[in-house]
């Protein structure tokens, strides 16, 4: 018997005997994992988001640096429907009433808040869990869902079983284990994960463990740097006091703190020292521009920004502002690299995880073609200058366009193969352009039409050798005839008398 068959016999909306909720914690206390989820049939992602968040995320700038640049492109983007037999272009895009929900997925929410929080969810946790619900005026709303508070009960446990399915969702408040959770069927959830966790089944992987040593590196040479000036802005002082029974170890102790107390610190530097007889100080010389701190940590920081497929340039890292990566045509590479390879990846995926909550538009008139959820990339600032070379495309094509139909291509077919690209689709519409016809064809053909028309009887019907027509001369009007009876009366019809 197969889960659904279980499932099934467990549970049904007809009747009382177990609830969905049941049926969620019915299959999600079987013993305990331990590794991913709190039994063999749950996954949740690991418990440390609120150290990730602080320490890494929040703690460190470069971290931040990049993930502010994936998200402040990410949330600009806008969503429509697209026809699946229809191509991909911007004119083929359009909405509907369901998109109202993103447009306000919560009460003063919008879309770019909505990515927002998607995206920085992935970046910590590498998931990002959405659920639809109503409002006080039963308005729908989608529900952010906090992704380490979150565990995926599944059907089977994954380590034994090959056919596992996502059967909900649990929700704990305040953290796994923490009181009841409350469940959500998988329909009404929207999990987003675009990579994928390689020990998880479902869940997703954030981009910052594989750079958590990267981070580490990165901080620890900026306390490296930071230590330095707090401690005198110089490596240390030696002071030597000359061999002297009357100094006590007393005496020592006070005389370093008076001097700690006075040339200690960046405020102290570069005051003048004083010391009394028998006191001898040697300074250890420092040189920041010695230390290799900053290679270290421009190569941690082009780490940290490669694996979030950020170019350093477009997050504005020191490795990126330096040399000929600053040049306007570099910057422009980099900039639709991080757009092909990274940004529109996250789109795709985001729209496919979040489209199941969203009303599907109803079929179009000839149009039965299920809608996709796309993105619409026209009002994405960084996409500003490929609208200048759309726009050169077009005038290719409307060029191209134009010399199809002047040789010979019908309008429609012509149209197609615009949008196709498709040669075969390309049908004759019977008239030729002059450039098609042979030297003293077009000439040739004219004579010849000239000549079946001069060989048209004129009225006269006069034809003369060689298919000369004789002068069209008037033809003559004869005068009518007189009458020859007498004229009737229009009113009594008799004839008038003569003479009177």
């Given amino acids: 018997m197969g889960f659904w068959q279980k499932a099934k016999n467990l549970w049904s909306y ?41 320490d890494i995320y929040m703690g460190s700038g470069v971290v931040y640096m990049v993930a502010q640049a994936r998200a402040k492109i990410f949330s600009e983007a806008r969503f429509k429907w697209r026809r699946v037999n229809e191509p991909a272009t911007p004119f083929n895009l359009f909405t509907s009433r369901g998109l109202d929900l993103l447009e306000r997925p919560w009460q003063n929410g919008s879309t770019s808040a909505l990515l927002m929080r998607a995206i920085q969810d992935v970046d910590i946790a590498g998931n990002f869990y959405c659920v ?48 009841e959770p409350e469940y959500f069927s998988a329909e009404e959830v929207a999990h987003w994960a675009p990579d994928p966790d390689p020990r998880a089944q479902y869940l997703g992987m954030s981009w910052l463990v594989p750079v958590m040593e990267e981070v580490m590196t990165e901080k620890e040479a900026q306390k490296h740097r930071r230590n330095f000036f707090r401690r005198g ?63 270290i940590s421009g190569l941690a920081e082009t780490h940290i920004a490669g694996v979030a497929g950020v170019p350093p340039v477009v997050a504005g890292l020191s490795e990126g502002l330096s040399g000929s990566t600053l040049n306007a045509g570099n910057y422009k590479v980099a900039a639709r690299g991080f757009i092909d390879r990274t940004i529109r990846p996250l789109w795709h995926s985001f729209a496919n995880a979040i489209e199941p909550l ?71 519409s019977g008239y030729k352009s002059v450039q098609l016809y042979k030297p003293g064809e077009l000439l040739s053909e004219k004579d010849k039409a000239s000549t079946e028309e001069s060989d048209t009887p004129n009225k006269t019907g006069g034809l003369k050798e060689g298919g000369q027509v004789d002068p069209v001369t008037e033809p003559t009007v004869e005068p009518p005839d007189e009458p020859t009876h007498d004229p009737v009366t229009p009113k009594t019809g008799e004839q008038p008398k003569k003479g009177g």
């Fill in 14 to 54: 007809r009747s009382a005997e177990m609830s969905f909720t049941d049926l969620l914690k019915y299959y999600g206390s079987f013993g305990h994992w331990g590794v991913v989820g709190t039994s063999p049939n749950t996954e949740a992602a690991p418990r440390d988001f609120e150290t990730v968040a602080h």
């Fill in 132 to 179: 639809r619900t109503t409002d006080h005026q039963n308005r729908p709303r989608l529900r952010r869902l906090r992704p380490d508070w979150v565990e995926v009960v599944l059907t089977k446990d994954p380590t034994v079983a090959t056919e596992v399915d996502v059967l909900g969702y649990a929700y704990y408040p305040g953290g796994i284990g923490n009181g």
């Fill in 233 to 295: 802005a110089q490596l240390g002082v030696a002071v030597t006091v000359t061999k002297d029974k009357a100094v006590t170890a007393d005496k020592m102790r006070q005389f370093k703190e008076e001097f700690l107390s006075k040339h200690q610190g960046a405020r102290n530097a570069h005051e003048p020292l004083f010391l009394g007889p028998g006191a001898d100080v040697k300074i250890i010389e420092a040189d920041p521009s010695t230390w290799d701190t900053r290679s």
């Fill in 358 to 428: 969203i009303d599907p538009p109803k079929p179009r008139k000839g149009n039965g073609s299920p809608a996709r959820l796309t993105v619409d990339e026209r009002e994405v600032s960084v996409l500003n200058d490929d609208r200048l070379e759309d726009a050169d495309i077009m005038g290719k094509h409307t060029t191209t366009f134009n010399t199809l139909i002047t040789n010979g291509c019908t309008f429609e077919s012509a149209q197609e193969y615009i949008v196709t690209g498709d040669f075969t689709v390309l049908k004759d």
